[in-house]
């Protein structure tokens, strides 16, 4: 009986030692596997260059891209800041007005009302971010696909100094109150007035 319960707790202790040399094996090849490593096998050609040249490597956006180099815009996106730029497909440049599309002044506007300082995921720990863009007018962050009116239809494109979201539809910058009077001027009689007050008088 002695020997039949020795033989019993021999047999135990080898499973044992199985089992921990198989935990052991496993621990190891885990722990070769340096985070850091898997971060520079990525193949992303984008992260390799900056926003404006990933923009350009992307279908769908040439019309965009041609309004960055018409604006000067390819010229700052190519600094060594961060950014994120929401671009409209070509489909929704199609759809600008093209009062827009041919003033200079307005265009600028337009193409910075696309483009903001900082990067900004569609991965955030808010709902709602309002981002200040280069057009000095501020947009909304909505959610994980929204920014302002247009809808995020691909997110999350990384390159070397920012990010960039395709968007469906374009930007327009919307008009300050003075912009709004002035533009009705001739048309309101309320906005004639009002920019007739030319006077301060205490």
């Known amino acids: 009986?002695?020997?039949?319960?020795?033989?019993?707790?021999?047999?135990?202790?080898?499973?044992?030692?199985?089992?921990?040399?198989?935990?052991?094996?496993?621990?190891?090849?885990?722990?070769?596997?340096?985070?850091?490593?898997?971060?520079?096998?990525?193949?992303?050609?984008?992260?390799?260059?900056?926003?404006?040249?990933?923009?350009?490597?992307?279908?769908?956006?040439?019309?965009?891209?041609?309004?960055?180099?018409?604006?000067?815009?390819?010229?700052?996106?190519?600094?060594?800041?961060?950014?994120?730029?929401?671009?409209p497909t070509n489909e929704a440049i199609a759809q600008v007005d093209s009062a827009i599309l041919g003033n200079p002044e307005a265009l600028k506007e337009f193409v910075g009302n696309h483009i903001a300082l900082t990067a900004f995921s569609s991965v955030r720990g808010t709902e709602e971010t309002q981002i200040k863009m280069f057009s000095t007018k501020y947009l909304i962050f909505k959610g994980a696909a929204l920014i302002d009116d247009a809808t995020i239809i691909d997110a999350d494109h990384y390159a070397a100094n920012g990010v960039f979201h395709v968007i469906n539809k374009a930007l327009t910058p919307k008009m300050n109150i003075w912009q709004y009077i002035n533009s009705k001027a001739g048309s309101s009689a309320m906005s004639d007035y009002l920019l007739s007050l030319n006077e301060f008088s205490i």
């Open 1 to 87: 009986m002695y020997k039949l319960n020795q033989l019993k707790m021999s047999l135990l202790k080898s499973k044992y030692k199985k089992l921990l040399v198989g935990v052991l094996t496993i621990v190891a090849l885990v722990s070769c596997s340096d985070p850091w490593d898997d971060r520079q096998q990525i193949d992303d050609a984008n992260l390799k260059v900056t926003v404006d040249v990933a923009i350009t490597n992307t279908a769908g956006t040439s019309e965009f891209t041609k309004l960055l180099v018409q604006t000067g815009y390819d010229t700052i996106l190519a600094a060594s800041k961060t950014y994120t730029v929401f671009v």
